[in-house]
């Protein structure tokens, strides 16, 4: 099985993608949804709170655990790798490194960039995307930093408008201009924007609408399809670890909140009904 954890339902705006490019493999997403927003969190309460759950998919029988969430990408997932699992037998993996790999590598001739990344306070005050994009921009152009613009404006109150069903209402549009204005006036050569946070593509449309009405022309980056293709290029090159990984195109949905409020809820974010169970952590 293929674990997959957000803070919220932000990750199955992830979970979608892979099983769209991974349909065989069978999935079990959990979403810390009663301690969510994770984004405006101490360090030491996103670690605590992502390695409790990393454990818990584990012990469903999990092989592989995808952090379908930045924050929890930017602050937890190296020490979890580093501390607390045995990569012998379990592999836990982030979706800020792919998304950096695919955004600068398919610009490997640019000499300039000026890229936004749109993120949670936490994941913003890690700097995580900043010193991600910047190794591998020096790592494409041999070694040189200049030429490569990053600007992080954290959007606070995105998260707690999505989960709270309200991001399709007036009020979110109020906060996408807000955060598109910020982060233009500190750059407005912006040319590309970047979703970190795995919850902000059912906000696309606005901050598309938002960047237009602003006047600038940048290309909003999600992250699903490429971490996506990014999981199926790791599980051709890790056979060890794909051949546990079950195939019966099943996916299971755990919660710590209720299960009927995870069920109503994912409804705004997956294309079909799903039945969830409610889990006990900490
Ligand atoms: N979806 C999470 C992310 O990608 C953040 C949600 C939260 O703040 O809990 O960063």
């Known amino acids: 099985m293929i674990g997959v954890f957000d803070s919220g339902y932000g990750g199955l705006t992830i979970l979608e993608k892979i099983r769209r490019h991974l349909p065989e493999y069978d999935y079990v997403y959990l979403g810390d949804n009663a301690r969510a927003p994770y984004g405006t969190r101490s360090f ?53 490194r792919p998304t950096v790999e695919a955004v600068i590598g398919r610009h490997e001739h640019w000499q300039e960039r000026h890229i936004g990344v749109l ?69 407005p050569e912006t040319e590309t924007v970047i979703l ?15 960047l237009a009405r602003l006047g600038s022309k940048a290309e909003v980056v999600a992250q699903g399809d490429i971490v996506a293709v990014s999981l199926a290029d790791y599980l051709q090159r890790h056979t060890e670890i794909e051949r546990d990984c079950t195939r019966g195109g099943t996916c299971r949905f755990l919660t710590t909140e209720s299960g009927e409020k995870f069920a109503a809820s994912a409804s705004i974010f997956l294309p079909e009904a799903v039945a969830a169970e409610h889990v006990e952590m900490g």
């Open 196 to 210: 970190g946070c795995t919850h902000y593509p059912l906000l696309r449309s606005k901050i598309e609408l938002s």
């Open 44 to 96: 030491e309460v996103i670690y605590e709170y992502t390695l409790q759950s990393v454990r818990l998919l584990f012990e469903e029988g999990c092989r592989l655990v995808i952090l379908a969430c930045n924050t929890a990408s930017a602050k937890a997932l190296r020490s979890i790798q580093m501390h607390d699992i045995d990569p012998a037998r379990q592999r836990v993996l982030g979706v800020i």
């Open 119 to 187: 993120a949670t306070p936490g994941t913003v005050s890690s700097g995580s995307y900043e010193i991600e994009l910047r190794k591998q921009w020096e790592f494409v152009h041999g070694g040189r930093a200049d030429g490569l613009h990053v600007t992080q404006q954290a959007c606070p109150m995105l998260v707690p408008l999505i989960e709270s069903g309200e991001h399709l209402n007036a009020g979110a549009d109020w906060f996408v201009d807000k955060y598109i204005r910020e982060l233009l006036e500190r750059d």
